[in-house]
């Protein structure tokens, strides 16, 4: 990965492509950092103005707040300071939250939305198989055994729970967890910083999206993420899904030719 360039407020972001056109920005999964796109970068770079960017406590983004935590205005500051005033956000898990939220706080700013395995804010309820994850990295993180944690995260997330980490992409694996341990310790201290919620919150509110959206959906993710497709898909009026069976919660790794494929059509229909 290239050297990141910093706003004044610390998000570490890059950006590469031909301008001229609406800008491309990437947010990433709640397991990662902008790293997660580097398979596809290349190739989306090529043809598009592109930016990715680390949330706040991910990657290279490790300044803490000077106040509340709000990922939906550091990538609202990071659009101001870059100049866009309009862009497609492609937001995955956590980041298709975020993403959803910028739609909602300042509409004018998205072009489209393109929501991979919709996590975060966006997930109704908490399902016996979440609830056995956040049970498994609190009680991980709560004995200071870092590598539990990550694994916990790798089983859930990467491997999902319906196929054997044998099965999966090492690679996949390998920089799922550097990155999710990454987060894990530029947040060991940020116990005393609260976040900022939404309200009302962005499932509430889902009606009021009025860009075109497109989810992509694995079908061997977890049920909690698919009853979060199936509310976006139902709740944004000019919505479609696409499902891959074949992958868990990170299908832009594990398909990642497939996703540029797909992100190029995407754009091109919304753009037409």
Avoid: K
């Avoid at 360039?5 to 491309?24: C, E, F, K, L, Q």
């Avoid at 949330?55 to 803490?64: D, N």
Wanted: net charge negative.
């Amino acid at each position: 990965m290239t050297a990141a360039s910093y706003t004044a407020s610390g998000i570490a972001y890059d950006r590469a492509g031909p301008t001229g056109g609406v800008p491309v920005v990437l947010i990433h999964a709640g397991v990662a950092d902008r790293r997660m796109w580097d398979r596809v970068w290349p190739s989306l770079t090529a043809r598009h103005d592109v930016v990715r960017l680390d949330l706040r406590g991910f990657g290279e983004s490790a300044r803490r707040p000077s106040g509340e935590l709000s990922p939906v205005e550091d990538v609202l500051e990071t659009l101001d300071e870059l100049g866009i005033e309009h862009c497609h956000l492609i937001g995955a898990s956590f980041g298709a939250g975020v993403a959803t939220e910028v739609a909602l706080t300042q509409a004018g700013v998205v072009s489209s939305l393109l929501l991979v395995t919709p996590g975060g804010s966006l997930i109704p309820e908490v399902t016996p198989t979440l609830e056995a994850f956040i049970d498994a990295e609190d009680a991980a993180l709560e004995a200071d055994d870092l590598d539990a944690a990550v694994e916990a995260n790798l089983a859930t997330w990467v491997d999902g729970p319906h196929r054997d980490s044998s099965v999966v992409d090492p690679r996949v694996r390998e920089l799922v967890g550097v990155m999710q341990r990454r987060a894990f310790e530029s947040t060991a201290d940020w116990d005393d910083v609260d976040e900022v919620d939404l309200d009302p919150p962005a499932l509430e509110r889902l009606g009021e999206i009025t860009v075109p959206t497109l989810v992509l959906v694995g079908g061997l993710d977890l049920d909690a993420i698919l009853a979060a497709a199936d509310r976006v898909v139902t709740g944004i009026a000019d919505a479609r899904r696409v499902d891959w069976p074949d992958t868990a919660h990170m299908p832009t790794m594990e398909r990642s030719e497939d996703f540029v494929i797909l992100v190029t059509d995407w754009l091109t229909d919304v753009s037409e």
